[in-house]
């Protein structure tokens, strides 16, 4: 199964929505969002059934009985993420808590324990085509492991499936780090704002730091022509290819508001992505099977 | 006052309000929490830049004194530390240093070294005093670096906390810290959809909040849809403007560029500081 | 000499899993006596460095060699520091994978990942 994924660095450039155009253009029978802490992908996914929801757990939470809690401070006194308040009671932080087991393991008289908790839901859709998504719980960590079972649950439903698009998360962090694994290509949606400019550099050093193929493409070009053309330039200076522009249409936003995506409707943004689409394929063909995976 | 700009979704304004309504209220400062991807340095181009890494703390082993028992091994719930050929090994990206194979080691074997996760930067433009914080890439999570920043803000009556998107423990942690939350959102529904995420987040930390409406077009915004049906403040609104959109893909501050922002942002500060202190 | 194999199912019919860090079981094979045992992974439900907590496991078995799809770097280090030698498996058979090893047909895992601070995917 060949897997593009599709960064930005900056929220807001335009992934989820190209990511459904490609599905589209596509007829991708495999796709997963892993935008797992704000994930949108469903709202343009045209999906026909209810999906399977399987809870998630991720690291255990250390709790404190009243009863038992000597208060001796020991377990305060040595946790590195503050996560254990006095008031009355000593009690955990679950947010703050990233379950190293620290204090269960110092109690003197066995206060603590270490309980599994539920940081999240898996989603999957597999009615036609296998759809795969996550939503973490409010305030959680480790969004990495569910990033990763959103993709193990997408192959794992689609094996047969040959090609597979996702839709990544903005930053540099541990959910972007954990959906480049095993991709073949990262497809970066840059804005012309330099604000976007940084951001994206700072996406493309990170895919090579994990040395992952990567291909530009700029959205809303015509905001800035200035910055469009800086962008360009850079991809040419640093042997990036650059797959196209897309212009700034506001068709794209009613399109996105009636759960459409903008392949579906006329106008230039759509022709642009279309472009885009086809020049970000014959990159990842031309990759081939030099991956001895 | 610590006003907190958060959205759930990423690109929808977070950065041009919290920068705008510092650069409005003249003598204040600007934090920019957005650790991953930092913007706010941008638009101030801040002077008199002073720079401080910020570490964490990983193990380091004494071979000498380490017996390999193993205490340490069994211990690490992310599987950081591995015994292999007589020796142990510590993997420095696994480690998320909660220190607890230091403090058990029966030997005494194991001590704190620091490891380099990123940096805080301060500044100034003008009246503003600009906090800036960066994540290394191919570093995990930011949170050591917004704790750092945290805690330097203060000194100021007026400080604009800019967070990072989503609504994840990095949020969690930036929200905590303010007395105020404003929510930017677009008109869009996966604007509404990750903002209702972001509000759910603001009302379970007990925080007051108020929505500016971004990006506004003439037909219906879903988003404010969103607030009456759930009964949130609008706060503001700033309407799409092709104009102000090419100022800020520019890194201009826009009340700093034309009278017509500045009263935008200007009045939007007076109704933030009248829902702060009413 | 003893060669390890991650499966899907504890079955010497059994699928090689393609996940060496999550694999649900481990196949540990003699190839002088022929005889095989299966077990747990308790690596596959680690948060994060699975990779490295199986490759625990491989080499606290006393394992000459790993016979796997793939390999992360930092489950590499820990292989190589203990002298465990990684094959790259030729197909999805578990039994067709021990005769080429027997054979000495199996080339050793060049491609190693870079770790993706454990959360492979």
């Given amino acids: 199964m060949k897997q593009l994924l599709i960064l930005s660095g900056k929220g807001g450039t335009g992934k989820t929505t190209i990511a459904s155009a490609f599905i589209e253009l596509a007829r991708a029978k495999a796709f997963a969002d892993c935008d797992v802490d704000a994930p949108n992908l469903h709202l343009v996914a045209k999906l026909t059934a209810e999906p399977q929801r399987k809870d998630f757990y991720g690291l255990p939470k250390a709790e404190i009985d009243a009863e038992i809690c000597i208060h001796c401070n020991r377990c305060r006194d040595n946790c590195r993420f503050d996560a254990i308040h006095k008031n009355e009671d000593y009690h955990v932080d679950i947010f703050a808590c990233e379950g190293c087991g620290l204090c269960a393991a110092l109690c003197p008289v066995k206060a603590i324990s270490m309980k599994p908790a539920v940081a999240g839901e898996l989603i999957l859709n597999d009615k036609d085509t296998v759809f795969s998504s996550a939503c973490l719980k409010m305030g959680s960590g480790n969004s990495g492991l569910l990033v990763s079972s959103v993709k193990k649950q997408m192959k794992d439903a689609a094996e047969n499936a040959d090609f597979a698009i996702i839709d990544g998360s903005p930053g540099i962090g541990c959910p972007v780090i954990a959906s480049l694994s095993g991709v073949d290509i990262v497809l970066i949606v840059a804005e012309p704002s330099l604000s976007g400019f940084s951001d994206m550099e700072r996406i493309l050093h990170t895919a090579a730091y994990f040395q992952m193929p990567a291909a530009v493409c700029i959205n809303k070009y015509d905001v800035n022509p200035g910055n469009t053309e800086k962008i360009v330039d850079y991809c040419q200076e640093n042997s990036l290819p650059f797959v196209g522009k897309i212009p700034f249409d506001n068709e794209a936003v009613r399109a996105v508001n009636s759960g459409r995506t903008i392949v579906e409707g006329s106008g230039h943004a759509s022709q642009a992505v279309r472009e885009v689409f086809k020049n970000t394929l014959e990159i990842l063909i031309g990759l081939g099977d030099e991956d001895d995976e | ?278 | ?121």
Wanted: hydrophobic letters at 40%; aromatic letters at 6%.
């Fill in chain 2, 1 to 278: 006052m610590k006003i907190a700009v958060l959205s759930g979704k990423g690109g929808t304004g977070k950065t041009l309000v919290s920068v705008n309504l510092a650069a409005a209220a003249k003598d204040s400062m600007y934090v920019d929490c957005d650790v991953e991807e930092p913007n706010g340095h941008l638009f101030f181009k801040p002077e008199e830049v002073k720079s401080r890494q910020v570490a964490v703390e990983i193990p380091l082993v004494d071979g000498d004194k380490c017996t390999g028992c193993r205490v340490c091994v069994d211990f690490c719930n992310y599987n950081a530390l591995a015994w292999i050929g007589g020796e142990l090994k510590i993997f420095d990206e696994i480690c998320h240093s909660c220190g607890g194979c230091i403090v058990l080691c029966p030997e005494k074997a194991l001590k704190g070294k620091e490891k380099v996760v990123g940096q805080v930067q301060r500044g100034k433009s003008e009246g503003v005093t600009v906090f800036t914080g960066m994540l290394n890439p191919g570093v995990a999570s930011g949170v050591p670096i917004i704790k750092e920043l945290l805690k330097e803000t203060g000194g100021k009556e007026q400080i604009f906390i800019d967070c990072p998107p989503g609504s994840a423990c990095i949020v969690m942690e930036t929200v905590a810290a303010a007395d105020y939350c404003i929510l930017v959102a677009e008109p869009t529904l996966f604007g509404v959809h990750n903002l209702s995420m972001v509000w759910e987040l603001v009302k379970h930390m007990g925080k007051p909040c108020g929505v500016v409406l971004n990006k506004c077009l003439e037909e219906e915004n879903p988003a404010e849809k969103f607030c009456a049906e759930k009964g949130i403040e609008i706060i503001g609104s700033i309407p799409f403007d092709s104009e102000l959109g090419l100022l800020n893909s520019n890194a201009l501050i826009a009340v700093r560029e034309n009278a017509k922002y500045e009263k935008l942002f200007r009045d939007l500060l007076l109704r933030v500081t009248r829902e702060v202190r009413p």
């Fill in chain 3, 1 to 121: 000499m003893k060669i390890a194999i991650p499966v899907d199912e504890k079955s010497m019919e059994s699928t090689v899993c393609q996940s060496f860090g999550r694999t649900p079981y481990y196949l540990f094979y003699d190839t002088e006596g022929g005889t095989s045992e299966f077990r747990d992974n308790s690596a596959s439900a680690s948060q994060g460095g699975a990779g490295i907590r199986a490759a625990q496991l491989i080499v606290d078995e006393k394992t000459d060699a790993l016979l796997t799809p793939r390999c992360g770097e930092n489950a590499a280090q820990v292989l190589r520091g203990a002298g465990v030698k990684i094959y790259k498996t030729i197909n999805n058979s578990v039994r067709d994978n021990i005769e080429a090893f027997k054979e000495g047909k199996l080339n050793e895992l060049k491609k190693i990942h870079p770790g993706f601070h454990n959360h492979r995917g």
